[in-house]
């Protein structure tokens, strides 16, 4: 036995804070005995920035953190999202959109019956499905049809081993929660949830350990993982680290960054007991 595979995959688009330090360490702690990889998801070109990618190195050796080379850039996987997108497009799951956000909010009912929100956000009416994939044009978005794909992947199941949500999950009616989700943004050849399935199975990983808030979105990728014939790894979605009003840290919350505890003198060992660790 080889032992999990896990991964921490870090967006290079600010520094690491209290709560990366708490998902990296979670990262590490159920990799024991394994393998814990490091993966930079940096599909987002003008968000992200080499002086963050170089800190989170930084920020993760000083930790005591050590990650197996060469580290996995998603900005390097292009034509890996492409084969998988191919292959979904040849199951004629996929089709082009063209709609704005403005577009989306118009095409939706009257206001007063509540807007349908998933994962990802607003579920797409629909507008552009059913539009052929021969019309797809630079400035479209491409979307899973997903009552087909639902159809085509059959029951879905996945082992969830976090705290918050132990045990088997069977997502079901993800036409009506999550809606057609998009599979590349404009302009990108992928989206995230393409880029972390292909990734994760690209990679071995065996358990995905990340924070709670993307609980709602594993449906989609144990989908996505079916339709592709990738293996369906365990879940584990740890709890959110809170500010002292209990408010979630915010991405780009620079107060509680790592740098900044490490400039004021802490050890590497007072940083991990603020996070439990
Ligand atoms: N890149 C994502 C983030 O920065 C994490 C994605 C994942 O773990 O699936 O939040």
């Known amino acids: 036995m080889a032992g999990r595979v896990t991964r921490f995959a870090p967006s290079p688009t600010g520094p690491l804070h209290l709560g990366h330090a708490f998902s990296a360490l979670t990262v590490w702690q159920r990799a024991a005995g394994g393998t814990a990889l490091l993966r930079i998801e940096d599909i987002d070109r003008s968000r992200c920035?080499?002086?963050?990618?170089?800190?989170?190195?930084?920020?993760?050796?000083?930790?005591?953190?050590?990650?197996?080379?060469?580290?996995?850039r998603q900005s390097d996987r292009g034509g890996a999202y492409r084969a998988a997108l191919d292959r979904l497009t040849a199951m004629e799951l996929t089709y082009p959109c063209r709609c704005s956000r403005?577009?989306?909010?118009?095409?939706?009912?009257?206001?007063?019956?509540?807007?349908p929100v998933g994962p990802d956000g607003i579920v797409y009416p629909g507008t552009c499905r059913g539009r052929p994939m021969a019309e797809a044009g630079p400035d479209d978005a491409i979307r899973l049809d997903m009552a087909r794909a639902e159809e085509h992947a059959g029951g879905l199941r996945f082992h969830e081993t976090g705290p918050e949500a132990e045990g088997w999950h069977a997502p079901q009616n993800l036409a009506r929660s999550v809606g057609d989700v998009?599979?590349?943004?404009?302009?990108?050849?992928?989206?995230?949830?393409?880029?972390?399935?292909?990734?994760?199975a690209a990679q071995g990983v065996t358990e995905v350990v990340r924070?709670?808030?993307l609980f709602e979105a594993t449906a989609i990728h144990v989908l996505l993982q079916r339709l592709l014939g990738l293996p369906v790894p365990d879940f584990h979605h740890h709890r959110l680290i809170?500010?002292?009003?209990?408010?979630?840290?915010?991405?780009?919350?620079?107060?509680?960054?790592?740098?900044?505890?490490?400039?004021?003198?802490?050890?590497?060992?007072?940083v991990r007991a603020l996070v439990g660790f």
Do not use: C
């Open 49 to 72: 920035r080499p002086e963050w990618e170089a800190q989170i190195f930084n920020d993760l050796h000083w930790l005591g953190l050590a990650w197996p080379e060469p580290v996995l």
């Open 102 to 115: 403005a577009d989306i909010r118009a095409a939706l009912a009257a206001p007063q019956e509540g807007v």
């Open 182 to 200: 998009m599979l590349a943004r404009r302009g990108f050849g992928t989206s995230y949830h393409l880029a972390v399935v292909v990734d994760d």
């Open 211 to 213: 924070g709670a808030d």
């Open 242 to 270: 809170r500010d002292a009003a209990g408010k979630r840290l915010a991405k780009r919350d620079d107060s509680k960054a790592l740098g900044k505890y490490r400039a004021e003198g802490l050890s590497p060992a007072e």
